[in-house]
């Protein structure tokens, strides 16, 4: 196998016996590429500018019209926020308990169903005089 591997230097003799490559870049691609990069980018800009236009007056026509199932009124003045956390805790409790005990705990759930709400204390003695309901077993 007579094959040589020698370095190949490559280039024109001339290139070679100089030492350095003599011959220069081509400039005119580079400008073609320079020139189509910059309009791609300036059609880009300019689409994306469009669009945000586009979508903007899209939005303020929406905008307009309340949604239907928005209520009247608008949002709060401003948040609401809680600034005596043991008085809300308090009369929290308080709405709690009355809705465990006392007449106010005695409510109509659904009427004509007959389904009442009582307080806790008394659905327990009613469950353990009558029991809980069951499936008579068939026969």
Do not use: N
Not at 18 to 25: F, I, K, M, S
Not at 40 to 64: N, P, Y
Not at 80 to 103: C, F, M, N, P, W
Request: proline share 7%.
């Amino acid at each position: 196998m007579g094959h040589s591997h020698q370095p190949s230097s490559g280039g024109s003799p001339e290139s070679i016996r100089a030492g350095h490559e003599l011959t220069d870049v081509k400039i005119a691609p580079l400008l073609q590429f320079a020139v189509m990069l910059a309009i791609v980018a300036a059609l880009t800009m300019w689409g994306t500018v469009k669009m945000m236009e586009a979508m903007e007056t899209f939005f303020a026509g929406r905008e307009a019209r309340a949604h239907p199932m928005q209520s009247s009124g608008g949002a709060p003045a401003g948040p609401l926020l809680q600034t005596d956390e043991l008085a809300d805790y308090k009369r929290y409790q308080a709405e709690k308990a009355l809705g465990v005990s006392g007449d106010s705990a005695y409510t109509w759930v659904d009427k004509p169903a007959g389904i009442v709400r009582v307080p806790l204390d008394r659905a327990r003695e009613l469950v353990l005089q009558q029991g809980l309901p069951h499936r008579a077993p068939e026969k």
